[in-house]
């Protein structure tokens, strides 16, 4: 099952002709993992804060299928892929209704707040992750 994040485009998301930038998807995407990583009760500054760890991103691969233009109404899903004991992969697509716009997986990587060192990822956040697996 899917996490589904909505986003509404704005003319400060579009270039000169009206159509989405492509760093913009980036964007969309990142705010939809804070929001799903939020709904499994996970807030991240206190992550950061508390836990000592945040996530970087390590790897994206994006294909971009279709434009987005202003004003349109899209969700961005998020999927775990793969959890390794200091990484995550997950996958995400930029939906308008029925058609996918950008498809992506990206890694992130939990390291210390502090050092920016590579950490392994806090038990109770590994078992909130599990059920959100893709099967």
Request: hydrophobic fraction near 45%; charged fraction near 30%.
């Amino acid at each position: 099952m899917a996490f589904v994040w909505p986003v509404r485009v704005y003319w400060e998301d579009t270039d000169a002709g009206g159509v989405v930038y492509y760093a913009n998807y980036l964007k969309f995407m990142e705010r939809a993992r804070s929001e799903w990583l939020r709904a499994l009760g996970f807030e991240q500054d206190v992550l950061r804060d508390e836990g000592g760890i945040v996530f970087v991103v390590r790897r994206v691969e994006i294909d971009y299928l279709s434009p987005a233009r202003f004003n349109e109404q899209l969700e961005v899903t998020v999927r775990l892929h793969e959890a390794g004991r200091a990484s995550l992969s997950v996958k995400q697509e930029l939906m308008r209704t029925a058609d996918r716009l950008a498809e992506a997986v990206v890694t992130l990587a939990c390291v210390d707040a502090v050092r920016f060192k590579p950490v392994k990822i806090p038990e109770p956040l590994l078992q909130a992750l599990a059920p959100a697996r893709e099967s």
